[in-house]
Each structure stands twice: as C-alpha cells, then as structure tokens.
C-alpha cells in the first residue's frame, strides 16, 4: 500500500515545524490535529502527544517516535547585534557554517544565517580546522544590540531552516528526519490500526526531548505503562563511500525497514516482528546497531517499571544530524505494515519472556 496524498502532506507538514528540544508544541500540534478523528488524542506535561485505541483491554502497546529535533538557543546578544548560542542536542559543528536558521521567538520565526570569519581573513593554521560554535554567531540584519532585542531574546531557541523536498518518487531530504520520519510513522501505524479489530490497547507517542535523553518516552511509558514498547527511529546508511559495513553492517535506502538485535530488544517480539515481516513480504533489513545498547527511545521504554518487551524499528537515513538528511518512503511504508500487522494480530495474551 502507498501512502496517500494526505498521507504525505502530513509528512511535509511535519517536516516543515520548527521543534528544537525542549520546544515542540509546533510539531504537537501538526501531529495532534492529524490524528483527530480516528484516534482518541491527550498531551502531557512534558508535552508528548499520546494517540490512543482500544484503551480498556488489558494488554498495552505503545509506539515512540520523537519529534523533537537538534538545535540551538541563544545565550548572548552583542553590541554589533550578533547572536551567541549554544547546541541543543548532538551538533556537528563541521555542517553548522553558512546555514539558515529560524530563532522561534514569542511573536513568530525570525530569519537569520549562521556565520563566521570569511577564509580569507583566517591563518593558514586555521583554515583546516573546524571552528567551534562558540566562535561562530547569527546575524539576523540588526545594526546593534537594541534593534536585535526588538526581536528576539536570549532563550530563545533556534532550528536549521525549513527545507523538505522530494528528490524523486521515493527519496526526500529535510532538516529534521531524525525522528520526524518515525513520528509520521506512529501516526501513520495508529490511523490504519483505527480501521482494524484489535484485542490490544495501542498507544501512538509522539515523544519530546529525545535528543538530551530520551526524557520524553521515559515520562510516557511510565504513564501507559505498556507491555510491549516500539521504538520508531532513524538509522545509519552504509550505502556511501567509507563508511566500512564490516563495522556498521550492510543498510541501504529503500530496501526495507530495519529490524535490530540488541540489548534493547526483546527476543520474542523480534521473532514476532521477523515472522509477521516474511508472512507478509515486508522487506526488513537486520542491523545490530552501532552500540549495544541506548541512543533510542527503546532503552527507556524497556527499562520502565518491572521492564517492558521492546524492539527497535529503525528507517535507513543519509547524513543524520545535518540539515539535509535523507530517508525513502519505501523503508517508512514497510514499517507502518509491519508494525500495523503484528499489532493487529496481537491476542493479547502473549508473553514475552524470553525462555526455552
């Protein structure tokens, strides 16, 4: 099944928010209004959205994908008008030179550029070294200090500009995919398991603050309390030059989802997964993951409570981190129908504990 051409409209929409850490109401709100309809939908306090179906069964499901996204936040405003940040989330600083931005101020986006000393004014020791965000500032046009506090304020939070394109009939870059990719996939899993019989309570989270510590799927399981946890992520393409596969394992865009065996999955959930994958021709694509365990949400949801069953979906992603990362729609359709089939096939008696 393609997505529709809602579907899809969706995905740019949620694609174009501004949610850096920490400030994700944009993102909330494209997410929420999404869903309503087919699914009962709630905000917490931390500001995760939580789509809900079937809630009175006794046996829960939830999904995570976080739409929060890397960033940045003022710290100091110069005499000349330059804004000083710091990095919220994990920046590579060698991408961050000549970008545009958005500060998200009270009153709207304020427009700017990430700049820098020009190369030609640098020492010849300098121009091979990366400079240090500290070292770098963003001018918004103001003259002076004055005209720059008329329209933002130290706090404010700033994102990479909005960008999303398709490339060709499957393959998009944006700002943001890590994990607006795996939100629009929570959603997407919640609105075709509204159309299905299900024997399981199912709990779609779009989960904030992931990129400084998981810190919103560890709020949201603690509240669902669910027996079986998805976490819904970006993972690396090794189809690039020097990115060595006997490290990081042979990945390719649009080839399939990516199933993980780690410590953070579950054993029994992951034969379900594989299982639900080869009854239904769904590609997969099996990784071990660059660590052996946390990066995710997966790692606080298994660790909620007594312990949670989990495992990790993971969509194949270029350039992670930067502003043009990129994803396929092919390896985003094979998770919704993984993760629609196995859920719609739960009893809702299974366990999950790992024993012969």
């Not at 409209?9 to 909330?28: D, I, M, N, Q, V």
């Not at 080839?255 to 034969?271: F, H, M, Q, R």
């Amino acid at each position: 099944m393609a997505f529709s051409a809602e579907s899809l409209k969706f995905l740019e929409a949620l694609h174009r928010t501004a949610s850096p850490t920490g400030y994700e109401a944009e993102a909330a709100k494209t997410f929420r209004d999404y869903l309503k309809g087919s699914c009962n939908v709630r905000c917490d306090v931390l500001g995760n959205t939580i789509a809900s179906l079937n809630e009175g069964a006794s046996m829960r499901v939830m999904l995570s994908g976080h739409y929060d996204e890397i960033g940045f936040q003022i710290v100091y405003i110069s005499e000349e008008g330059l804004l000083y940040f710091r990095p919220n989330g994990g920046i590579d600083k060698l991408n961050v030179p000549s970008s545009e931005v958005d500060i998200i101020t009270a009153k709207g986006r304020v427009p700017g550029v990430i700049g820098k000393k020009p190369i030609h004014l640098l020492k010849e020791d300098e121009r091979g070294r990366a400079v240090e965000l500290h070292d770098m500032w963003i001018d918004i046009g103001a003259a002076s200090r004055s005209e720059a506090e008329e329209l933002v304020a130290v706090g404010d939070p700033v994102v990479m500009r909005e960008n999303f394109r398709m490339l060709n009939a499957n393959r998009f870059i944006s700002k943001g995919c890590d994990d607006k990719i795996g939100a629009f996939i929570v959603a997407e899993t919640m609105k075709r398991l509204a159309e299905r019989k299900l024997n399981v309570a199912v709990f779609g989270v779009g989960s904030v603050q992931e990129e400084v510590g998981l810190r919103g799927a560890t709020v949201g399981c603690f509240g669902i309390d669910p027996a079986v946890g998805f976490a819904i992520d970006v993972g690396f393409a090794t189809d690039l030059p020097d990115i060595p596969k006997k490290r990081y394992g042979d990945i390719t865009l649009g080839k399939g989802i990516i199933l993980c065996k780690s410590c953070d999955n579950n054993v029994v959930l992951g034969e379900i997964l594989r299982d639900t994958a080869k009854n239904n021709n769904i590609a997969y694509q099996e990784s071990v993951g660059h660590r052996a365990t946390g990066g995710t949400d997966t790692a606080a949801i298994q660790m909620t409570r007594a312990g949670v069953a989990t495992a990790l979906l993971s969509v194949p992603n270029r350039y992670m981190h930067s502003q043009v990362e990129m994803c396929d729609l092919r390896d985003a359709e094979a998770a919704v129908e993984l993760l629609t089939e196995t859920i719609a096939n739960f009893k809702g008696d299974e366990s999950f504990i790992p024993v012969r």
